[in-house]
């Protein structure tokens, strides 16, 4: 339950810059706070800090595009309990388009998504779900007339960041799997000159998605990333070393066929398919739907779905991996990571943008994001 | 009057992209095409896969109705392979199958479709004490109370006064198409709010015995969870535990807030009990299975015919066929075959517009969704289909709740075929699967007491046990309704496999003949618009589908030049 006596937004920044673009000039603005601090009987020394208050009014904006998906990675997010999606609406950020939840359909959406990429260019975030399809010119995927491809272009090129929710944004996912009908690809193949936050998984845990933009709109930058462009504070370990059957494994305690005696004592599944040895993924510790369980909690093999390509390099998914038992526990995200990818995005961060907010003496959302990405100890992204 | 066309892309709340077109003249539409805009070709990947991890591709399908494609697909293989699936597994499906329902139509009717009856800026102007008093008159539900009304309007009043309206913005707020009083709006909006985290919680069922929501975890011939009341990692006391308190929570939301609110909201909305029926052909595969791999079904199979609910005409799915005569596909046998889905065809083939394009409704084909018919005819599928092939059929809990709801809104059984109906049928089946999830659950624990704790079947697991060849057909009814899966397996691969989906159904384009689909007949069916600008209509039917796609608006005359210029304020 909300405490209503809260103000329900985030004390960043411009409410000013609101008042401007609804026709109040900052004098104006100004002028009001000074006979505001009259009004309360306070010395004319408050005046700017009546208006510092005020003036921080703003929710982050926040432009989310659906493109060739299912949907399952917004229903995640809808599972979110920390903050809560109502909180999150509410209070966290301004989430200007979102087609599944937005009141506005058509043209008023359309205007809705267009106006505040205007008002807000170099400083909303960007989310993608889906996947863009690339045969055919596109075709596979338009909305209001317009390929999905176009669509993510547009909405990139006035992002302070972006941040691609789900396999499909990832690297395709399951359309992209083999023999890939539509030419589907992720995010990074396409927007290549800034970096994005690969949010894996099909979908991934609600609370690594929230976690990520919560990290974004805190701490004025994007939390340090793999070499898949993956937060590492989600996927810097694999399943199986965090896994609570580990100890199954390593005591050779397998499950042979479901519902076996192993099933029913909870040993291993390695043998019956477990991806959990190729799998860099939070599962064990987020876990899923109020921490009350995760697939191989249930008795479920790791399908591998934070893993790009999984549908191809982990099927049959009851299969037993091949080799596991020669991957060393140490191997890290990069090493694995960089099989799959060329080139390295690890650590980017918004790093121009930081740098004014931090002399500005507040903490803000960035307002023009390095193009290449120099900044702070990281590398290109990738332009494959 | 001029005749104005309307292009509705996006439609948003919704799954997916789809795209409505619609032709109107004084006030009323008089023609529609919904086309789907996305293809993403997951029967192709299939082709040549495991038959067991078929479940994990098609439920990609949609993320939303997360569950049924899983178990639809896991129906299919299991029907072509002859594999029983144990008591104590059918139990769990059902109730997941069960929660995935009122989960979906919760969500649904909340946060999809309320906004199209709901104002939320209207909710300012209320008098919590008064909708206290309103609300309480509904339900005894805890937080019907004006402290909280009072709360929640606040909340609203700060987020509305701090001028970013987020997913608010552009809304037709203040449409004279909205008839609740302030009260009963901000009432709604306290249960819109309630229902996130509502949501968010029960779903967990979902957790317990698949893993995790969206996209639990399946296994052919049973469930892969197993159940020991005596291991840490199983299904046990405690995690039957939370199933109790899930299922028990999910009713009593149900039975205190959605349907009171259904029923107070459809109360002021009796007029869209004569609006947008549209085809009258209902069809219900049949589902929730009394007994495992039975068909014997809580919802009885079968098909209404032209509204007629004095006949009740057998569902075979030898009858099902697909046409793309008006579809961007290609069939080896020519463009008007109807294929049944066994020997069906995936061959994308566009022949649309380039993109950017403004219209597609001058087009030939103007759709990535096939026309599925039954016997050649157009059906539509969902709750009210169900709801009504079961009253045909003399199902005693349907037509019980059927009538008490016509009784609670003082209108006869032909206010059901309309754009009101199919909203209203959602809550109806979500009490009867309320009641059901208590038998399923006491039912799995009863066995469990007596020692049953079977959940898989492992006899035909080996591809050696199999056939050469097979195929087989996976029925279900998904919360938007019928759904079914086709595969066909050659030398232990899936050689064919073939989905028609709820919404291919009812956002099927014309046909062969000429003949509409169920959006695009509802759209037509004494259909208001009131104004092009603002074309809440059109969403208010179609939202009543609950869609799984994605869409957009303009507007031009009937020879495609656009007449009004659409400004949104």
Redesign the interface.
């Known amino acids: 339950m909300?405490n209503?006596t809260q103000?329900?937004?985030r004390k960043d920044e411009s409410l000013v810059e609101?008042l401007e673009q609804?026709g109040v000039p900052r004098r104006d603005f100004l002028k009001f706070c000074a006979e505001m601090a009259v009004m309360l009987g306070l010395a004319s020394a408050m005046t700017p800090k009546i208006a510092k208050a005020l003036a921080s009014?703003?929710?982050p904006?926040v432009v989310w595009l659906?493109l060739?998906?299912?949907?399952?990675?917004?229903?995640?997010i809808?599972?979110?309990?920390t903050p809560?999606?109502?909180d999150l609406?509410?209070d966290t950020?301004?989430?200007?388009f979102?087609?599944?939840?937005?009141?506005?359909?058509?043209?008023?959406?359309?205007?809705?998504l267009k106006?505040?990429m205007e008002a807000n260019k170099g400083k909303y975030i960007l989310v993608v779900t889906g996947s863009i399809?690339r045969n055919?010119?596109?075709?596979?995927?338009?909305?209001?007339?317009?390929?999905a491809e176009?669509h993510l272009k547009e909405a990139a090129a006035g992002a302070a960041a972006i941040v691609a929710v789900g396999a499909c944004a990832h690297w395709g996912?399951?359309?992209a799997?083999?023999?890939?009908?539509?030419g589907?690809v992720g995010v990074r193949d396409i927007i290549t000159d800034k970096p994005v936050v690969n949010i894996a998984g099909?979908?991934p845990?609600?609370d690594v998605i929230t976690a990520t933009l919560v990290h974004v709109l805190t701490f004025g930058k994007i939390p340090e990333l793999d070499r898949e462009g993956r937060p590492k504070f989600a996927y810097g370990a694999k399943i199986h070393d965090q896994c609570?059957?580990r100890a199954n494994y390593d005591a050779g305690q397998f499950v042979e066929?479901?519902?076996d005696e192993a099933?029913?004592?909870?040993y291993c599944l390695y043998h019956v398919g477990c991806k959990g040895p190729e799998t860099f993924s939070p599962c064990p510790i987020f876990m899923?739907?109020?921490k009350?369980?995760?697939?191989?909690?249930?008795?479920?093999?790791c399908?591998g779905c934070t893993e790009p390509h999984f549908?191809d390099t982990m099927?049959?998914?009851?299969n037993r991996l091949p080799n596991t038992a020669g991957i060393p526990v140490e191997r890290t995200a990069d090493i694995v990571g960089g099989v799959m990818t060329a080139a390295a995005v690890g650590g980017i961060a918004l790093h121009a943008a930081a740098t004014t907010a931090s002399r500005m003496g507040k903490k803000q959302l960035p307002v023009h994001p390095q193009h290449g990405g120099s900044g702070q100890g990281g590398n290109s992204p990738t332009s494959n | 009057m001029a005749v104005t066309k309307l292009?509705?892309?996006?439609?948003?709340?919704?799954?997916?992209?789809l795209?409505i077109e619609v032709q109107a003249e004084n006030g009323k539409i008089n023609n529609a095409w919904a086309s789907a805009?996305?293809?993403?070709?997951?029967e192709?990947?299939l082709k040549g896969?495991?038959p067991?991890?078929a479940w994990?591709?098609a439920q990609?399908?949609?993320?939303?109705c997360?569950v049924v494609h899983a178990v639809a697909s896991l129906r299919s293989v299991e029907n072509a392979l002859d594999i029983k699936i144990p008591a104590q597994a059918h139990l769990i499906r059902n109730l997941m199958l069960g929660m995935q329902y009122i989960h979906d139509h919760v969500?649904h009717f909340y946060?999809?479709h309320a906004?199209d009856w709901v104002d939320?800026v209207s909710a300012l102007k209320a008098d919590a004490v008064a909708a206290e008093k309103i609300a309480k008159g509904m339900s005894d539900w805890p937080n019907n109370n004006a402290v909280r009304f009072?709360?929640v309007q606040?909340?609203v009043a700060?987020?509305v006064q701090?001028?970013?309206?987020?997913?608010?913005?552009?809304?037709?707020w203040g449409h004279p198409a909205y008839k609740l009083p302030p009260e009963v709006n901000l009432i709604a909006v306290s249960h819109y709010?309630e229902a996130?985290?509502w949501?968010?919680?029960v779903?967990?069922l979902?957790?317990?015995?698949?893993?995790?929501?969206?996209?639990?975890?399946?296994?052919v011939?049973?469930?892969?969870?197993?159940?020991?009341l005596e291991?840490?990692?199983?299904i046990n006391a405690d995690?039957l535990t939370?199933v109790n308190a899930l299922i028990k929570r999910a009713q009593e939301f149900v039975e205190k807030v959605y349907w009171p609110d259904l029923v107070a909201i459809a109360g002021f909305y009796k007029d869209w009990a004569a609006i947008g029926g549209g085809t009258g052909n209902y069809l219900c595969y049949g589902d929730l299975p009394k007994t495992p791999n039975g068909d014997d079904f809580y919802f009885p199979k079968g098909v209404v015919m032209n509204k007629d609910l004095s006949k009740l005409v057998p569902f075979d799915q030898a009858g099902v066929t697909e046409q793309i005569h008006s579809s961007w596909y290609e069939y080896s046998g020519g463009n008007d075959s109807a294929l049944h889905p066994w020997d069906g065809e995936t061959k994308?083939s566009?022949t649309?517009p380039?993109?950017?394009?403004?219209y597609l409704q001058d087009e030939k084909k103007y759709s990535?969704m096939k026309s599925p018919r039954y016997n050649g005819k157009p059906m539509e599928v969902g709750p009210l289909a169900r709801m009504l092939v079961g009253y045909a059929a003399g199902q005693k809990d349907i037509k019980a709740i059927v009538d008490t709801t016509l009784k609670a809104l003082n209108v006869g059984p032909e206010a059901l075929f309309s754009t009101l109906g199919r909203t209203a049928a959602r809550g109806m089946e979500s009490l009867l699967y309320a009641k059901l999830m208590r038998e399923w659950y006491d039912d799995l624990v009863t066995r469990v007491k007596g020692g049953d704790?079977?959940?898989?079947n492992?006899e035909k697991?080996d591809p050696s046990t199999w056939p050469k060849e097979a195929k087989g057909f996976g029925y279900l009814e998904a919360p938007r309704g019928a759904l079914g899966h086709w595969v066909n397996i050659k030398d232990g691969k899936i050689e064919n496999y073939q989905a028609v989906v709820p919404s291919t159904w009812n956002c099927s384009p014309r046909d062969k003949d000429g003949v509409m689909g169920p959006y695009e007949a509802a759209l037509v069916d004494n259909h208001p618009l009131a104004d092009p600008?603002?074309?809440i209509e059109i969403?208010r039917t179609i939202h009543s589908f609950d869609p799984c796609l994605?869409?957009?608006?303009?507007v031009l005359d009937a020879t495609g030049r656009e007449i009004t210029q659409?400004k949104?304020q």
């Open positions: 909300y209503p103000l329900p937004w609101y609804t009014i703003k929710r904006p659906s060739q998906e299912c949907t399952g990675c917004v229903e995640s809808l599972r979110s309990s809560s999606i109502g609406l509410l950020i301004s989430l200007d979102q087609e599944n939840l937005m009141a506005a359909a058509g043209f008023a959406a359309e205007k809705a106006d505040s399809p055919e010119g596109g075709i596979y995927t338009t909305i209001a007339g317009r390929t176009d996912n399951v359309q799997a083999k023999p890939n009908p539509t589907a099909c979908p845990i609600a609570p059957r066929k479901f519902d099933a029913r004592n909870g899923w739907n109020n009350e369980s995760w697939p191989i909690g249930a008795g479920h093999p399908i549908w099927t049959p998914f009851y | 292009v509705v892309d996006p439609i948003t709340r919704i799954e997916g992209h795209r805009t996305q293809f993403r070709g997951l192709l990947v896969r495991d067991r991890d994990a591709f990609r399908i949609c993320g939303v997360t969500v946060h999809l906004l939320v009072k709360a606040d909340r700060g987020f701090s001028g970013q309206l987020g997913i608010f913005t552009n809304g037709y709010l996130l985290d949501q968010r919680d779903v967990a979902h957790a317990v015995f698949g893993g995790k929501n969206p996209h639990p975890n399946f296994i011939g049973g469930m892969a969870s197993p159940i020991n291991a840490r990692a199983t995690k939370d994308a566009y649309g380039k993109a950017p394009y403004e990535f704790t079977t959940t898989h492992g697991w600008e603002r074309p969403l994605a869409c957009g608006v303009h659409v949104v």
